[in-house]
């Protein structure tokens, strides 16, 4: 069974910059992606940025050029280096993975609040 546990979220004024973390345990080498998803007031969870199997990278328009997404295999950890932080990105941010049969594995998530 895959466990994700994120780290990182918090408070943090418009302009500013945040980074998460997320420390996955199981067999996670059945990913077929491994992401950051989140979750605004609004109650949907969308996609903010994901590994895919092929190797590429993918983010959501609103984050591109201001977010980036890195991992370190060895320490099964993935992160999401936030700058330039905007009012809109208050959500809460939740790791994700899914496996070759479609199943979604999820943390509890940590909230990013951007206020100033």
């Known amino acids: 069974q895959v466990h994700l546990r994120e780290s990182g979220g918090g408070l943090v004024q418009p302009g500013g910059s945040l980074s998460l973390s997320c420390v996955a345990t199981?067999?996670?080498?059945?990913?077929?992606?491994v992401g950051w998803y989140r979750q605004g007031p609004g109650g949907q969870r969308d996609l903010v940025a994901r590994f895919t199997s092929s190797g590429d990278t993918d983010y959501a328009d609103s984050v591109k050029d201001r977010f980036t997404m890195s991992r370190d295999v060895a320490e099964r950890t993935i992160y999401l280096h936030m700058t330039n932080l905007k009012l809109e990105d208050t959500a809460k941010y939740f790791c994700n993975l899914y496996d070759w049969s479609g199943t979604a594995f999820w943390g509890l998530g940590v909230r990013v609040i951007v206020s100033s």
């Open positions: 199981g067999p996670i080498s059945s990913a077929s992606s």
